[in-house]
């Protein structure tokens, strides 16, 4: 006489598969309520290991890298085009409990993208921005905007070096108008230049000089 082994009345028998997958960190596709599905690795009943995850509601995806159910590790966040439908990557680099954390690129709308250092979500420490009039910046971050040192590079080639707060230029920089032959090295402050002294630079290289040199004092 066969004797037929039945699952446990008081588990359901999901979670003995579910147990015998994590004990042996199998890959298995698992769907939330709201229709959110992902499909990876597992620990303790918790995202850990590699994985996808897809939101239903969004569309977007994320691939890559879980710690106890957290994004954690290397890994992409990328979203549909709503015009295409084709995926578009928004993010791919580092993350430390669900935040971007250490270094990598973000794709903005309209062309922009950073490329640099992040500290929970946010820019921080060095990056470079590209902007969509075709500047770029290049420098230290701070809770999302250029703080410290760093230079603007303006699509005519102007630049400015120096220190920069809260996104806007602030304490000792120098301003190099290329286009005119000229620099101005000053204090600034909240992007308003306060005090310096302006001088002819190259001013025979450049392609539009002021008619008139600065005199020397």
């Not at 598969?17 to 303790?44: F, I, S």
């Not at 005519?156 to 190099?176: A, I, L, S, T, V």
């Amino acid at each position: 006489m066969s004797i037929v082994k039945y699952p446990r009345a008081t588990e359901p028998l999901w979670h003995e598969w579910d147990e015998k997958a994590q004990k042996c960190g199998l890959r298995h596709t698992v769907y939330a309520v709201n229709g959110d599905q992902y499909t990876g690795e597992w620990l303790d009943n918790l995202k850990h290991g590699k994985g996808t995850q897809v939101w239903k509601r969004t569309r977007a995806i994320y691939s890559g890298d879980w710690k106890f159910g957290k994004r954690d590790g290397y890994g992409s966040y990328s979203i549909p085009d709503p015009v295409t439908k084709e995926y578009k990557k928004v993010y791919t680099g580092w993350w430390k409990n669900d935040q971007k954390c250490g270094y990598g690129a973000t794709f903005y709308p309209g062309g922009e993208r950073y490329e640099g250092e992040w500290s929970g979500g946010l820019r921080s420490g060095w990056g470079r921005m590209y902007y969509q009039d075709g500047s770029i910046y290049e420098g230290q971050w701070l809770a999302g905007r250029p703080s410290g040192q760093g230079m603007l590079r303006l699509p005519n080639e102007n630049r400015y070096e120096g220190g920069w707060k809260d996104g806007k230029k602030h304490g000792p920089g120098k301003f190099f108008y290329l286009d005119k032959g000229q620099l101005f090295e000053g204090i600034w402050a909240a992007d308003i230049p306060k005090c310096g002294v302006l001088i002819d630079f190259g001013r025979d290289e450049a392609p539009a000089p002021t008619q008139y040199p600065i005199p020397k004092v």
